[in-house]
């Protein structure tokens, strides 16, 4: 009988591995905001210049003063779009940099990761249009799956899988999404048939099926989008090892040293992409 502790282990959703790269610390609030009509008139300049110093002070890696900018935002429009998607981003961020170690680590996490998900759907609530609120949705449950209840995990499997969907569909150029999906269909190949039936008993509901296909697929269809994202080329390296295709996962993992650091999380990326080659190099 396989364990529910092992059916936590496959069900870990790493759909947010790039977001650890991505988001910005907010020293507040602990709650997503309701939004808020502007008390005023007031053009557009000013908001503009707002977003321009965050996206700044963001590529700098200095977080809390990003998202001091973002807040701002809000005071002035608490309906800006790309702020509430900023700030989705941000406190995902917030959960991923939170020590392991730490005592409270998963509650605190949880809770940045819950905050992360109002601020999404909100922003889907602004514009269901745009594929980076639903992105946003999908990358904010994936984590809150991680560090959740293995129930929990089993009921929000496919709401990432519906979200990243809505992602694609109105952006294919979304390589991003394509990540996500790439590793969402690596985790759910992962789960075996003993494990799936387990499930279905313990917690009522039937596992989503993934493919390692699929996941190469969509991971191939992220570098080539975004063929500079480091991590991308790892995880497909990953999907290329679960199928014993050594060649093409070396070939993926060649290039990663000389490939520019973009992301706060890349050395480490690098480091994982050399271990893993050196482990794979006579295989």
């Not at 502790?5 to 870990?12: C, G, K, S, W």
């Not at 001091?68 to 809000?74: A, D, P, S, T």
């Not at 809770?111 to 602004?126: G, M, P, Q, S």
């Not at 799956?145 to 569909?169: C, D, F, H, N, T």
Request: charged letters at 30%; hydrophobic letters at 40%; proline letters at 5%.
């Amino acid at each position: 009988m396989i364990s529910p502790r092992n059916i936590r282990r496959v069900l870990l959703l790493l759909a947010v591995l790039v977001a650890a790269a991505w988001g910005v610390y907010a020293a507040e609030p602990t709650t997503a905001q309701e939004p808020k009509q502007p008390c005023c008139r007031h053009d557009g300049g000013e908001i503009a210049r707002l977003l321009k110093n965050a996206d700044r002070l963001y590529g700098e890696f200095k977080p809390k003063e990003a998202v001091g900018e973002l807040h701002k935002i809000l005071r002035l429009d608490g309906y800006n779009f790309e702020a509430l998607v900023k700030l989705a981003r941000a406190h995902i961020d917030i959960g991923d940099r939170i020590p392991e170690d730490d005592s409270d680590a998963k509650e605190r996490r949880l809770k940045e990761y819950a905050v992360a998900e109002d601020y999404a759907r909100k922003a889907v609530k602004v514009d269901p249009g745009s594929t980076w609120g639903h992105f946003w949705v999908a990358a904010s449950v994936g984590n809150i799956a991680l560090v959740s209840p293995i129930s929990k995990q089993v009921e929000l499997a496919g709401e990432i899988r519906e979200q990243v969907e809505k992602a694609i569909a109105l952006d294919p150029s979304n390589g991003s999404a394509y990540h996500i999906y790439g590793l969402w269909h690596r985790k759910m190949a992962e789960i075996g048939r003993a494990s799936r039936a387990v499930a279905s008993v313990l917690y009522g509901r039937s596992l989503p099926q993934g493919s390692l296909e699929k996941s190469i697929e969509f991971l191939k269809k992220a570098i080539a989008l975004n063929p500079t994202v480091i991590v991308s080329r790892l995880e497909l390296a990953r999907s290329h090892v679960a199928r014993e295709e050594w060649e093409p996962a070396r070939a993926v993992l060649r290039p990663i040293p000389e490939m520019p650091i973009q992301f706060s999380d890349d050395a480490k990326h690098k480091q994982k992409a050399e271990q893993l080659l050196d482990e794979i190099k006579d295989r």
